[in-house]
């Protein structure tokens, strides 16, 4: 497979990655947007599944450590969520063991290595250092709005997403369009996906901020007793 074809079969796959997390924003967006409230509903998970796998074989194309580093801590924070609640069990067992063994065995080829992605040429990217920096910092922060949620709903017993994910989510997507833009050559999937995504950030941050108004200024009025 000449370079070009593995590049374009790279982009292929990534924009199919950003276009299913683009739809589990909308479907988020748009649910809460109806209840006036940030919701998220299970598809928003499964979805996200199925988009981070995609995306770790992506970063192993693109040989991206940053990428293929964040991909695989998500993709086990989401299933973590499936499981809290209550519907990893309700999946089809194939689709379970897929979802453990799939990941694990692309790993195990990317390690073993062939001409078109491996472990080795990861090691020797050309990616500038202070560039790299910049990316791994955006995806450390924007990988820690998922392990603030995990702990979060850990303590809940729940699946919840609070106000400090979606803060976290706009300033970490900020920091990884810059890295986008400033790689050579720059990464169009990551543009796609971050652009969109720091309009749904923003917008959450603005219905979580109204909702907990809401909620205080109604605690604050008391019940006028009889005399």
Do not use: C
């Amino acid at each position: 497979m000449p370079m070009l074809k593995t590049e374009q079969v790279a982009l292929g796959i990534g924009l199919t990655s950003q276009l299913l997390f683009s739809s589990r924003i909308v479907l988020q967006w748009v649910q809460s947007e109806r209840a006036k409230r940030v919701l998220v509903p299970t598809l928003f998970w499964q979805i996200s599944l199925i988009s981070s796998f995609l995306m770790i074989i992506y970063g192993m194309l693109r040989h991206d450590p940053v990428i293929l580093g964040a991909q695989l801590i998500s993709y086990g924070i989401y299933i973590r969520n499936l499981q809290l609640l209550g519907e990893w069990r309700k999946l089809h067992g194939l689709f379970r063991l897929g979802a453990y063994v799939f990941p694990l065995a692309t790993l195990a080829w990317f390690v073993v290595g062939n001409q078109h992605f491996s472990l080795q040429a990861m090691l020797s990217h050309s990616i500038p250092s202070g560039v790299l920096a910049l990316g791994a910092i955006g995806q450390a922060i924007f990988l820690m709005r998922f392990v603030y949620q995990w702990l979060y709903s850990e303590r809940k017993g729940e699946s919840v997403l609070p106000l400090g994910f979606w803060l976290v989510s706009f300033v970490g997507s900020i920091l990884i369009l810059a890295y986008a833009l400033l790689r050579h050559p720059i990464d169009v999937v990551l543009i796609v996906g971050n652009v969109f995504g720091t309009v749904v950030y923003a917008r959450n941050i603005v219905l979580m901020r109204r909702e907990e108004k809401t909620e205080e200024q109604t605690a604050e009025i008391q019940p006028i007793r009889p005399d």
